[in-house]
């Protein structure tokens, strides 16, 4: 390195009018400033820039078809949003459990909405989902939510509420619509319980083949319920309907027959008041031994319901 004498006036000077003093302070100041266009540059480019700021790793699994515990779709550990489809209500009891701090969407871009129930048993402890006012969280056709991990306290917790082209406009529910299309036998003068074949929809969920006369109320959903059921018998007089609630008569009979007719058909309502964990059963009876629904206008159906506070 170079030693130059002390004081400015030392330095020689150039025909360019510049000490080599000076030169060497506008080199340092030249690539200080170079440095900086660099990072500047390369920084605007990427946040702000003609390419946008965007996130790799969208997945979108195979169709839901059955609700999902403990759900890990192929892909899912580096995936930081989920396109979501689903051929019918559904729901999503869990998820696989990632790392401490873990972001990821959910977007619901089918016709039917998928329900993550609040802290399910259905799914192991790990894979669990809570979220506000610990009740289950409804996402509704095209609606999307993000869902945080907590390694805390082992949940996925839900961040965002559903957001859909007209934000809250669409009021969540909790209900199912359950229907049988076979002819159900039933013996004369006693209270039976209906058994249901399928749903129509089933959000919460409250109804299962496993449980196939009952509407339960699933957890953190307490509430007051509309229930209504319908059915045709052959039987033609002296025919009783009403539901129980929790194994007792929740409702008052509703009485029909004539001796007219060949067949007569009746339709219950009730408003219930319902906790978590209650469920609903419809009980029919018939003066005499006969049979329900098997027809193709006579299909046995009911259902229960409860809109969620907005």
């Known amino acids: 390195m170079a030693n130059y004498p002390s004081g400015v006036s030392t330095f020689p000077a150039r025909s360019d009018g510049q000490t080599i003093f000076a030169q060497h302070v506008q080199l340092l100041q030249d690539e200080v400033a170079a440095i900086e266009a660099g990072l500047l540059g390369g920084l605007a480019h990427t946040l702000w820039g003609a390419q946008g700021f965007t996130l ?3 997945l979108s699994p195979p169709q839901i078809t059955a609700d999902q515990n403990d759900y890990a779709p192929a892909g899912l550990s580096t995936a930081f949003a989920l396109r979501l489809s689903a051929d019918a209500a559904r729901s999503i009891t869990g998820i696989l459990s990632q790392g ?9 871009y089918s016709s039917f909405p998928i329900t993550l129930p609040f802290n399910s048993p259905s799914s192991a402890a790990a894979n669990r989902i809570v979220g506000p006012s610990s009740t289950n969280f409804v996402l509704v056709s095209n609606g999307c939510c993000w869902l945080w991990y907590d390694v805390g306290t082992g949940f996925w917790r839900i961040v965002s509420g559903p957001l859909t082209a007209s934000a809250g406009s669409a009021p969540t529910y909790t209900g199912c619509k359950i229907y049988n299309t076979a002819a159900q036998s039933i ?3 006693a209270y039976t319980a209906v058994t249901f074949a399928g749903a129509d929809y089933n959000v919460g969920p409250m109804w299962a083949a496993g449980a196939p006369t009952r509407m339960t109320v699933p957890a953190g959903q307490t509430g007051l319920y509309l229930a209504y059921a319908k059915i045709q018998s052959n039987v033609n007089s002296n025919n009783r309907l009403r539901f129980l609630r929790n194994g007792t008569p929740a409702s008052t009979e509703m009485r029909f027959g004539s001796a007219a007719v060949a067949s007569i058909s009746a339709m219950d309502v009730a408003l219930l008041m319902l906790g978590q964990n209650d469920y609903v059963e419809v009980q029919v ?3 005499a031994a006969g049979t329900i629904g098997g027809t193709a206008d006579s299909i046995t159906e009911a259902g229960l319901m409860r809109q969620n506070p907005a």
Do not use: K
């Open 56 to 58: 790799s790793g969208v």
């Open 187 to 189: 013996g004369a003068a």
């Open 285 to 287: 009876y018939l003066s």
């Open 100 to 108: 401490t701090g873990r972001l990821l969407c959910l977007i619901n």
